[in-house]
């Protein structure tokens, strides 16, 4: 972070300063675990801990200003600023703060696949700017702010991740960072539980627009129905990507290369340009696609495009491939929705060829009334791909089973577990030499737990 003076900082949040006007600080911290000199401390209210009870910790670590909803005697060189609201506050001060900068700020949401496509979106704008990036999965209305605050004067472009599970989230996030080019990566059905219907989740997604510049480009996946029936439907200029003959931004001859990787061919600026993507999994070229309609959108050469991908490489639980003896273990645990459940089931299948495959798949959480129906058709599509064994964990999970069944897998070939532990040994039992073993669930149930415990003498 840039550094700040308690005094702006104070005015930019509508707060209430105690103590030294001329404090600063030139990080932000919300956890005294890993705060560091000269920072500011944001005290947050979390579901465990209130950061209100580390103050005293923050200023003793060095904390030159602290942000708080509560009162705090100060001392010294030091300033509090006393704000109704912290979370908002941080909101504020981001929105700010980034105004600071001349900078192309690039947003993007969508229901899977939005680490992903910043991911690959900043590997290949940092082929000819310096670019900023969300740390992570920081995407909410604390962690989107965190990651405005590392910004500094060094930077160009900027690349957002916008998270959501309800109704004006987006419209909060997209109004702190007032992105020029906004991305939706696909309308899916994760969170409908609060949402209540594909429609709303559309909904909620486009009020990226609410905060976008003026002249600022949407770029969207044109595959997904939801997004290509917007075409001309919004005020603002609209590139959509993905394989349908309708895309401005078209892939085409897509092949799968197995654990290697995919290649396509993408016609940029009426040339035809041939990618190749390191990473597994078909899925990633529609990804791809929204970070090449970016990189056009930003004036990238096509060389560059080319090699900012061919240096993506996936992140920690997502897809990645682990060799356990002679088993190889995709592990896929990070998080899981019905889209990115068939995607992985479709590289376990292609990685496989002639070899065993397992799908061990936990719940699928927060998909409410279509719970039943997502399972089942995640099930349905283990049959399909002809995985050779489905192993079903959780309460949700039981609708895996059934699925299959009703898609015609043998009942021999399933087994179902209430939880993650108690399917250890029969997975060590199950799992023989040469086998290719898929694990995907939702991040709550830490199924990445067990890998270790199941291979742990292999
Ligand atoms: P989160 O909401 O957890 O932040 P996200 O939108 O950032 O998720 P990613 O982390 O990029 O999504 O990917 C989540 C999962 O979805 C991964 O398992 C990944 O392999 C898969 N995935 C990524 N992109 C797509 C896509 N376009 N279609 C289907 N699955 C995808
Ligand atoms: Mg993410």
């Known amino acids: 972070m840039e550094k700040l003076r308690a005094d702006k900082i104070s005015q930019w949040v509508n707060g209430r300063l105690i103590g030294n006007e001329n404090a600063v600080a030139d990080k932000v911290s919300t956890d005294t675990r890993t705060l560091t000199k000269g920072s500011l401390f944001v005290a947050i209210r979390g579901e465990k801990f209130d950061g209100h009870d580390f103050i005293g910790e923050a200023f003793r670590k060095g904390a030159g200003i602290v942000l708080s909803e509560k009162e705090y005697p100060v001392s010294g060189d030091n300033a509090v600023i006393l704000v109704k609201d912290t979370v908002k506050a941080l909101g504020d001060l981001a929105r700010n703060y980034i105004k600071l900068f001349d900078l192309t700020v690039i947003g993007i949401t969508g229901s899977v696949g939005k680490t992903t496509t910043k991911e690959m979106i900043a590997q290949v704008l940092s082929t000819q700017y310096k670019v900023h990036k969300t740390m992570g999965n920081f995407n909410n209305q604390i962690g989107l702010p965190l990651s405005v605050l590392n910004l500094d004067r060094s930077h160009s ?14 419209d909060y996030l997209s109004r702190i960072i007032q992105p020029d080019i906004g991305i939706i990566t696909n309308i899916g059905i994760s969170h409908i539980e609060k949402l209540g219907s594909r429609q709303n989740i559309l909904r909620a997604k486009l009020e990226i627009i609410n905060g976008m510049k003026e002249n600022g480009v949407l770029i969207l996946n044109g595959d997904d129905e939801l997004l290509s029936g917007l075409e001309g439907l919004l005020p603002m200029p609209v590139v959509f990507y993905g394989i349908n003959d309708n895309c ?4 085409y001859g897509i092949e799968s290369l197995g654990e290697k990787g995919v290649r396509f061919t993408v016609n940029i600026r009426n040339r035809d340009v041939d990618i190749f993507l390191p990473v597994p999994g078909i899925h990633n070229v529609s990804d791809a696609l929204a970070a090449i309609a970016c990189a056009i959108e930003m004036g990238i050469t096509d060389e560059n495009i080319q090699k900012g991908l061919i240096q993506y490489s996936s992140e920690k639980m997502r897809m990645n491939i682990v060799e356990y003896g002679n088993v190889k273990v995709i592990n896929d645990t990070y998080n899981a ?9 479709s590289v376990l ?16 959480l927060e998909l409410g009334a279509y719970s039943e129906e997502a399972h ?10 002809n995985i050779n ?20 897998m043998d009942k021999k070939r399933i087994l179902h577990f209430p939880d993650p532990e108690s399917a250890v040994d029969s997975l060590r039992e199950l799992i023989e030499p040469n086998d290719v073993v898929l694990f995907k669930a939702s991040r709550g149930m830490h199924l990445d737990r ?9």
């Open 376 to 385: 089942k058709s995640v099930g349905a599509c283990v049959a399909h791909e």
């Open 450 to 458: 067990i890998i270790e415990d199941i291979f742990e003498d292999a």
């Open 349 to 364: 299948r292609e990685i496989s060829g002639s070899r065993r495959s397992i799908a061990v798949l936990g719940d699928m």
């Open 248 to 251: 401005n931004v078209k892939g």
């Open 337 to 345: 929705a019905p889209a990115s459940s068939m995607a992985a089931l």
């Open 157 to 170: 472009v900027a690349v957002f991740e916008m998270g959501m599970s309800a109704m004006g989230e987006i």
């Open 389 to 408: 064994y489905l192993v079903a964990i959780g309460e949700l999970a039981k609708d895996y089973v059934v699925g299959a069944v009703e898609a015609g």
